[in-house]
Structure formats: C-alpha cells, structure tokens
C-alpha cells in the first residue's frame, strides 16, 4: 500500500485518467493522499504574442475546476496540482520533489512511433524513483 500517490491527468483521455484514479485508490493506504497531476505543454514564445491576453491563466483555471470535478466522489484527501513543461520530465520532477510514493498512470497501446521515441508512461517508467503502476 502507499501512502503518497500521483495520477496523472490528460483530460482528452477522460476514461483512462479516471480509471487511473479508481486504481489509486484501491492502492491508496488509509490516511494517505492522492495528487491529481496535470501538465500544461508550454507554448512557444513566437507563439503567445498571437494568443488572447489571459488565455494561459483562463486554461489552468479550467484544469483545475476539472481536476476537482474528477476527484468529486473520492473518499481519500485529494490535492491538485498543474504544472507547466513537458509531461515525463513534469512528472517526475513532482514525484521526486513532493516524495511519491507511487504514480499511477494510464497508457495508451504502443505505436511504431513509440518503439523509437517512447511514450509518457514508457519513459516515467524507466525514470521514476518510486512505484509506476501503468494502466491500458
């Protein structure tokens, strides 16, 4: 059992990523806490001059109403976090600074592309300094 685990959140994986949330609460011990984790790819600076004023602030917003309204029916503590970068870099950055015990997170079936760059799970697997629990 853990004690400190983190799920991370895509929102276009809706599915997968509550499910990773139902799994890490059956590993949860009691008294433990659930991090739902979701990582904003950063936009390129050429870029933002061309997008909205207040766009950015409006989008993590929007993350976190949705990490909370995930995270509506969980019996555990929950804590939400959003965190701008890449997503496997991300990840395991958090996991490390914060002392997770475990990540829980979900994958897709592999590609051909992913044999020679790797998905996010892939390589949070291969990286991480603590448990990786990887849902298909």
């Known amino acids: 059992m853990y004690t400190n685990i983190i799920v ?5 994986h809706g599915e997968r990523s509550a499910q990773s949330l139902k799994v890490a609460q ?3 011990e009691e008294g433990g806490k659930i991090t739902l984790l979701h990582v904003m790819e950063e936009v390129p600076s050429y870029a933002t001059t ?13 993350a976190l109403n949705g990490l909370k309204e995930m995270a509506a029916g969980v019996k555990a503590t929950c ?6 970068g890449h997503a496997y870099t991300s990840i395991l950055e958090y996991s490390k600074t914060h002392d997770a015990d475990c990540i829980v997170i979900a994958s897709h079936k592999p590609g051909f592309e992913d044999y020679f760059l790797g998905s996010t799970a892939a390589r949070v697997v291969r990286h991480a300094k603590c448990g990786v629990h990887i849902l298909r």
């Open 50 to 62: 061309y997008l909205p004023e207040g766009l950015k602030e409006q989008h993590t917003k929007d």
């Open 26 to 28: 059956q590993l949860l």
């Open 8 to 12: 991370p959140v895509v929102f276009d």
């Open 79 to 84: 804590e939400f976090a959003i965190v701008h």
